[in-house]
């Protein structure tokens, strides 16, 4: 039996590591599959950027609206040869973006440019009043 203590596979996140070990091994996948987006608001509206090169708006990619959250998703199949090799890029991507409080789901641009998603939603009244609640006596 050696006593050299078994050894790690060296983690540059071991804190984020440790994490997901602690609530049940969940472990979120990041491939190469993940829509990378950027977001602001800016004149009344809310403005999402998702990064999404070589595709097709037409063809191969979704965007749409349920339950105040908007949902992107793309679909890639692309097969390159050359001098007899050929290579394959495909898969599916998604993302999904919570809307802010006053999104208009009604009023909703998307355009595709130079490899780049631009979704533009319009913002409302976001006036967040509270409203006390009652409580009453049981018998």
Same mark, same amino acid.
């Given at each position: 039996?050696?006593?050299?203590?078994?050894?790690?596979?060296?983690?540059?996140?071991? #804190?984020?590591? $440790?994490?997901?070990?602690?609530? =049940?091994?969940?472990?979120? &996948?990041? !491939?190469?599959?993940?829509?990378?987006?950027?977001?602001?608001?800016?004149?009344?509206?809310?403005?999402?950027?998702?990064?999404?090169?070589?595709?097709?708006?037409?063809?191969?990619?979704?965007?749409?609206?349920?339950?105040?959250?908007?949902?992107?998703?793309? #679909?890639?199949? $692309?097969?390159?040869?050359?001098? =007899?090799?050929?290579?394959? &890029?495909? !898969?599916?991507?998604?993302r999904s973006v919570t809307l802010?409080?006053?999104?208009?789901?009604d009023d909703i641009d998307a355009?595709?440019?130079?490899?780049?998603?631009?979704?533009?939603v319009g913002i409302g009244d976001?006036?967040?009043?509270?409203?006390?609640?009652?409580?009453?006596?049981?018998?």
């Amino acid at each position: 039996m050696s006593t050299v203590p078994a050894r790690r596979a060296w983690n540059p996140f071991p #804190e984020l590591s $440790d994490f997901f070990d602690s609530i =049940g091994g969940f472990r979120p &996948t990041l !491939g190469n599959n993940i829509i990378r987006v950027e977001d602001e608001l800016a004149d009344g509206r809310y403005i999402v950027r998702a990064e999404m090169p070589g595709l097709d708006p037409d063809k191969d990619i979704n965007v749409q609206v349920n339950d105040g959250r908007l949902e992107i998703s793309a #679909e890639r199949t $692309d097969k390159k040869t050359d001098n =007899g090799h050929s290579e394959f &890029t495909y !898969g599916s991507y998604r993302r999904s973006v919570t809307l802010p409080r006053g999104a208009k789901e009604d009023d909703i641009d998307a355009s595709y440019a130079q490899g780049i998603l631009t979704v533009s939603v319009g913002i409302g009244d976001t006036d967040s009043s509270a409203k006390k609640i009652e409580v009453k006596k049981a018998d």
